[in-house]
């Protein structure tokens, strides 16, 4: 029975890369947002000044509503209640209101979310009812559109799985009530809104079918600024390594970073030397995507707003499903497919020591060590020179504890 076991694990053979590089655009003056996808190469683009406002659709109980600041739209918290809609003065708001934006650490965060206090059902908009489950709107906000247009808007309510909200210009005229269904948007992480054409925009693909997007926000550097960098989908992770070169970088498997700027914009900078963007050669970035599946990203080079391209090479180090027993436990082989004769791995260990095996297809152990010393997530370097290539499963087992990762060798 444990044999048949060991050969279903190896059997499901994993899918893996050597290094690729990939050129991404985000068109000339960066006038693009581009989605990427790691694992297929897929890119989906859309003008970026198409859109005004975005609601979040796979939010859970977060309600994210971000504003296009990253095309110079500005929005105002305005000192006064939805009940004031009619009377509403915009006297002192360029010397005094507050100015919003949308967070760069959290997608459901956005402008609109800007005093967001979950503890007390406050979203930021509005204020949720838990007897109705309705989101009540309480706030007014002031947009000045990027042609100089400004309306006032507020949210009415979220209700029901529908967004409803009303904007005007300040006298009041030319009032648009509108409603946006999240089931008319089912897996996608957010819609968007054109104020100026008062219309839905489907723009961005599936949440399952991204890890990357590419083009400008922005972000506070002391002040709130604009750039042009990479934001991860919600649940990729990231370990940024700096300070040596990619060949001879090692991660920190507790390091992850779930921010969606933690790739960002400062792996380049501009050189006044030259008058072009220099890559950092001393940054290298894990990514865990949404699967569990592991990548070494090396950014390369950046065209600047001539070109808006971004390049960078990936490598998939180890993939979907290296963890064969419980979540709960960590075992992991890099790099996978292994190439030189060495293998790293990664245990979650609850004991001092255990039994490390490598077995073949047939179930019989090919390559057998004891690891000790072990302490919470370990890392040890374990020879497997000689062996032919093919597809093996590498079994860690510690007291009742046993877990299975996939090995390919090549």
């Known amino acids: 029975m444990k044999k048949l ?39 989906t683009s859309a003008a970026l000044a198409e859109w005004d406002i975005a609601f979040e659709i796979n939010g859970g109980f977060n309600a994210g509503i971000l504003a296009n600041t990253q095309k110079g739209l500005q929005v105002f918290q305005s000192p006064y209640s939805v009940a004031d809609w009619t009377t509403l003065d915009t006297t002192g708001m360029a010397a005094g209101w507050t100015v919003l934006h949308n967070s760069d650490k959290d997608w459901s965060l956005g402008a609109l979310n800007s005093d967001v206090d979950l503890d007390n059902y406050n979203l930021g908009w509005g204020i949720y009812n838990t007897v109705t489950h309705v989101v009540a709107g309480d706030s007014i906000y002031v947009v000045r559109l990027t042609s100089g247009d400004v309306k006032k808007l507020r949210i009415d309510a979220l209700s029901a799985g529908t967004y409803n909200f009303t904007y005007a210009n300040i006298d009041g005229s030319d009032e648009q009530v509108h409603a946006v269904a999240k089931a008319d948007y089912v897996g996608k992480n957010y819609t968007y809104w054109s104020m100026a054409t008062n219309s839905a925009l489907d723009r961005e693909p599936a949440a399952a079918d991204w890890d990357f997007v590419f083009g400008k926000y922005i972000t506070d550097i002391g002040q709130w600024y604009g750039v042009t960098g990479v934001l991860q989908n919600k649940g990729v992770e990231v370990v940024q390594v700096g300070g040596t070169l990619p060949a001879d970088a090692t991660m920190d498997w507790t390091a992850f970073d779930t921010t969606i700027s933690a790739i960002g914009y400062d792996w380049k900078a501009f050189d006044m030397n030259i008058f072009q963007y220099v890559v950092d050669d001393s940054l290298t970035y894990f990514v865990k995507d949404i699967p569990g599946n592991l990548w070494k990203v090396i950014f390369t080079g950046f065209g600047g707003s001539t070109t808006g391209d971004i390049t960078f090479t990936k490598e998939l180090l180890s993939a979907t499903g290296v963890n064969e027993t419980t979540k709960a436990n960590t075992f992991v082989i890099y790099p996978n497919p292994a ?20 077995i073949d297809l047939s179930g019989k152990i090919v390559r057998q060590e004891m690891l000790n010393g072990l302490n919470g997530l370990s890392t040890r370097t374990i020879d497997i020179a000689g062996l032919s290539a093919g597809v093996y499963t590498m079994q860690f087992a510690s007291n009742n504890v046993s877990m299975f990762s996939k090995l390919i060798v090549r």
């Open 5 to 43: 076991l060991l050969l279903q694990v190896a059997i499901a053979t994993i899918s893996a890369s050597a290094q690729t590089t990939v050129t991404v655009t985000t068109g000339p003056g960066i006038a693009q947002q581009t989605w990427y996808k790691l694992t297929t190469d897929a890119v």
């Open 339 to 358: 190439l030189d004769g060495m293998v790293n791995v990664v245990i979650d260990a609850t004991q001092s020591t255990g039994n490390l095996s490598v």
